[in-house]
């Protein structure tokens, strides 16, 4: 079994930062993708940013310029730096990983999800 927990999510002013964290703990064999996704109320879950199993890294369009997503993988840890945040960042945050665990292969693991929210 594999858990991810993520933490470092808030309230914050338009124009301000977070920072998100992603620890990934378990049975695992490799991490093979991981990122980040978000869901605001009565909108469906979407991509923010991702290391994809060839290392490069895919963005939304709309965070381009202002978030970026790094990693430890000594810790199995991805994190999202968030600058320049608008109103329209408020959601639930996700991460998300592609991991090859003993026995079960690969699977895709989901955290519990963190609240941004933007606001004045």
């Known amino acids: 079994q594999v858990q991810l927990v993520e933490s470092g999510g808030g309230l914050v002013q338009p124009g301000g930062s977070l920072r998100l964290s992603c620890a990934a703990s378990g049975s695992i064999f490799r991490i093979n993708a991981m990122g980040w996704y978000r869901q605001a109320p009565g909108k469906q879950r979407e991509l923010v940013a991702a290391f994809t199993s060839g290392g490069s890294t895919n963005y939304a369009d709309s965070v381009k310029g202002r978030f970026t997503i790094s990693r430890d993988n000594a810790k199995n840890t991805v994190y999202l730096q968030m600058n320049s945040l608008k109103p329209e960042d408020t959601a639930v945050y996700y991460c998300?990983?592609?991991?090859?665990?003993?026995?079960?292969?690969?699977?895709?693991?989901w955290g519990q999800g963190t609240q941004v929210t933007v606001s004045s």
């Open positions: 998300n990983a592609d991991v090859r665990v003993p026995i079960a292969g690969t699977r895709d693991y």
